[in-house]
């Protein structure tokens, strides 16, 4: 025999001034099945939460209707009034008449009492076909994967890692070290990227917690939150990484030469190759594009030089599979091509670059030993001129976004010239400045001041060849006059754009990017750091835009998520899941096809008891399931229900008024 | 036959029994718990003012709607039917409410062929951040109910009668 309490809050006046509690009371105490009814100034509070324990017990009431603010707001307290009660927390209803009454019909009190009425009286009818629920343990495998071994990657794998969880690291390239290894100094103090980053990149692979997968790729990703089971394709390199030593015979006598990717193609490297010297690990990988030995089966060079005997043609990609628990992506980003700026001539004109290449130039360690020169006759500029927001912040040609970096990074190729070229000029081209960020600001004043670079305010509007100098056309709208400024070199900021590849990975895991290829964070200021799918968290550029602290903010962010989900030996999720009833499912299968989750799997079952035949039933992972109701409405056999959100409890919602 | 069916569509609206003076109709709101649910708390926490008619169900996901709910409430209780998801591409659940905006497609048109006003079942996207559309939404619906009237003959206890 049910017996409800139903608890009417006044919410202060929020309530009571709108809606004549009282009478909601007595109109509560008329159903059936209420066996007690009071109201309370503050039910949310400690003695109002008393109130319904002491009620609970005393009335030996079966189910409790509080009528107050919305479910989103106190639902959980509620909950939890009723734990303390000794009850199941999962047959309480919230029956919204605050937000849903009191608030939307202020000048018609009439109106709003009947409403909370029949709001209660809903929630009276649900609660009818409430069940004990229990949170679901879900047991988890302690090992988190990281995608990605840039700066984001590298931080968040120690961070994971030193908390003695294990760490599987994926890069794809045959080196750790991304974006970050091919810059030259960084801002705002110039200190040396390479300085500040090999380090780290060492204890990556010392690290005895960090399993470093160079080469490599994710090809598939199964399971749920805790977990997971991850497919990842080790590329052949053709060289055995366990005896190789990494001296270096093999690629220098290889013939084969190749555009360096990450000199930004300004040299060549060889076909067997490991991309920097400071490369981690140090070991070199075989361009099966361009070896003529995989190709025409010609050659053999490295092969006879190695005397290890490292080399191995025949070698095959591997797959190999690890189970996790979490993911953290980190796969950084692309530059975005310049190509829609025709009028600049992009491709027409040897001497306009991007900064990334201008970048590898004034690297110390860079193809032409830390000069900036010019790719057309390899003569070193006396007047650069830096264009930004090349593809940012442009509707017409690029993208709607601010790319974050450029304002700080092309001011600190304006030092960077100013230091290498002590008798050049710069000339900036920009729409504004955005130097927010500890120390920018200054750093920007700093490199006006200490390299007189000429700031214009305006843009570009074509560039053209004057002999062998550069003619670039803009606005000064400072002036409000047509400048020409003559260069020697051309720099463009291009904008900072997704990694390829984002929305395929992105499709793979199950997680949501935008129109760009960033992917989502599960919300844009609460959660930074998740996606909405539980379990992937992401972290630097793959997000947004970002410099390198926020990249390493974020990254050490994700790994405290991490170490949170890891925490216990198992995690308690919601009970609200879907649940077949074999009985009724006829294995049609539409839930399989409606689950946004890969929740559903079908299972084989007796055709009937001790039957030797077999039927297909669905099978719902309560794991993975996240409780929206797809499969609940699709199913024809009325054989799912939703737990918390069943069939009878919305019909009865609806009969009731 | 066709003469037939177009007969049966307008049985179930006309003969348009005149309501009685002080009716007021009953509008069965169902809101998806992520975007229009909380697009209607919004509302309330911006004391934006809708007419007092609609009655709200939480469920999960505009997904979770059976049709069945809908048919339900035209037959018991409710004069008219509101349901309201995330925007197209904004589902919490990824894709929920494309299969759903299929399906309330379906249903409408079925409705409409056995003789519901097509205004009677209503659908919109509301999200989150949107209180004052929600105010607006539910005016409308209240609006266009009013003007259709109460919904008489397919109701449980008259249908014997007719």
């Known amino acids: ?657 | 036959m066709e003469a037939e069916v177009k007969e049966k569509i307008v049985s179930i609206e006309k003969p348009h029994v005149e309501a009685p003076p002080d009716w007021q109709p009953v509008i069965m709101g169902i809101l998806c718990n992520w975007c229009s649910y909380a697009g209607s708390d919004l509302t309330g926490t911006s004391r934006l003012q809708y007419p007092p008619n609609i009655r709200i169900i939480r469920v999960p996901c505009s997904s979770r709607v059976d049709p069945w709910f809908i048919i339900k409430s035209l037959q018991t209780s409710a004069d008219g039917v509101l349901i309201s998801g995330c925007h197209p591409g904004d589902c919490h659940y990824i894709s929920g409410n494309y299969y759903a905006r299929r399906r309330f497609l379906v249903t409408k048109r079925l409705l409409n062929f056995v003789g519901f006003h097509e205004d009677r079942i209503q659908f919109s996207w509301v999200s989150a951040a949107e209180g004052p559309k929600f105010a607006k939404v539910v005016t409308k619906v209240t609006e266009d109910i009013k003007k259709l009237g109460p919904l008489h003959l397919y109701k449980k206890e008259n249908i014997s009668q007719t």
């Open chain 1, 1 to 657: 025999m049910a017996r409800v309490g139903v608890f009417v809050c006044f919410c202060g006046a929020n309530i009571a001034d709108f809606v004549d509690v009282p009478a909601v009371v007595e109109e509560a105490k008329k159903i059936k099945e209420v066996k007690y009814a009071i109201d309370y100034k503050y039910m949310c509070s400690d003695p109002g939460q008393g109130m319904i324990r002491d009620a609970i017990v005393a009335h030996r009431l079966t189910s409790i209707v509080v009528a107050a603010c919305s479910p989103r707001m106190h639902e959980k307290t509620f909950r939890k009034a009723l734990s303390d009660a000794g009850m199941n927390p999962y047959l309480l209803e919230v029956a919204n008449i605050r937000e849903h009454s009191s608030w939307v019909h202020q000048k018609d009190k009439k109106a709003a009492t009947e409403k909370s009425s029949d709001l209660i009286r809903m929630a009276v009818a649900k609660s009818m076909a409430n069940e004990q629920l229990h949170e679901i343990s879900v047991p988890v495998t302690k090992r988190a994967l990281v995608i990605g071994g840039g700066i984001a990657g590298i931080q968040a794998a120690l961070d994971i890692a030193d908390a003695r969880i294990p760490v599987v690291l994926v890069e794809k390239s045959p080196s750790i070290g991304g974006k970050m290894a091919q810059l030259d100094e960084t801002f705002p103090t110039l200190d040396c990227s390479q300085c500040i980053l090999t380090p780290k990149m060492v204890d990556v692979a010392s690290h005895p917690y960090i399993e470093l997968l160079p080469y490599s790729e994710v090809l598939e990703l199964d399971g749920y939150v805790g977990n997971y089971k991850v497919k990842i394709k080790r590329k052949a390199s053709y060289v055995n990484f366990d005896t190789c030593t990494g001296c270096g015979a093999c690629w220098q006598k290889c013939p084969v030469k190749v555009p360096n990717e990450f000199n930004m193609g300004i040299d060549k490297r060889k076909a067997i190759y490991s991309p920097f010297p400071q490369a981690v690990p140090n070991k070199p990988v075989i361009d099966a594009e361009h070896c003529t030995m995989l190709i025409k089966g010609k050659c053999g060079i490295c092969a006879k030089v190695c005397e290890k005997g490292s080399i191995d043609y025949t070698m095959q990609d591997e797959i190999i599979e690890r189970e996790i628990g979490a993911v953290v992506v980190a796969t950084g980003y692309d530059l975005w091509d310049p190509k829609p700026y025709e009028e600049y001539g992009v491709g027409r004109y040897k001497d306009i670059i991007t900064s990334l290449e201008f970048e590898r130039m004034v690297s110390a360690s860079g193809p032409t030993g830390g000069v900036p020169v010019r790719p057309s006759d390899g003569k070193i500029p006396k007047s650069v001129v830096f264009i930004k927001c090349v593809g940012s912040r442009d509707e017409a040609k690029g993208i709607e976004y601010c790319s974050k970096i450029c304002c700080m990074y092309t001011a600190k190729h304006a030092m960077l010239l100013h230091h290498k070229v002590h008798d050049s000029h710069a000339y900036i081209f920009y729409m504004d400045i955005r130097a927010a960020g500890k120390g920018y600001e200054e750093f920007v004043k700093r490199a006006q001041v200490e390299t007189a670079a000429t700031y214009l305010r305006g843009r570009v509007s074509k560039i053209y060849k004057k002999g062998d100098k550069l003619m670039v056309r803009g606005e000064d709208a400072q002036i409000g006059q047509v400048v020409e400024v003559e260069a020697d070199l051309v720099v463009l900021a291009t904008a900072v754009y997704p990694y390829k590849d984002n929305s395929d990975l992105a499709r793979l895991l199950g997680i949501s990017y935008d129109k760009y290829g960033f992917l989502s964070e599960a919300h844009p200021k609460l959660r930074p750091v998740e996606t909405a799918k539980a379990g992937i968290f992401l972290a630097g550029c793959t997000q947004a835009p970002k410099d390198i602290p926020e990249t390493v903010a974020q990254a050490s962010a994700t790994a405290a998520k991490v170490c949170g989900l890891f925490a216990g030996d198992t995690m308690l999720k919601d009970p609200m899941v879907s649940t077949v009833n074999t009985d009724y499912c006829t294995g049609c299968q539409n839930c399989v096809t409606v689950c946004p989750y890969q929740a559903i799997i079908t299972e084989e079952i007796p055709l009937g008891h001790g039957s030797k035949e077999i039927r297909t039933v669905a099978k719902i992972n309560e794991g993975v399931c996240q409780g929206c109701g797809s499969c609940v409405a699709i199913c024809r056999s009325m054989a799912i229900d939703l737990a918390g959100f069943t069939d009878m409890q919305i019909i009865n919602e609806i009969v009731s008024i």
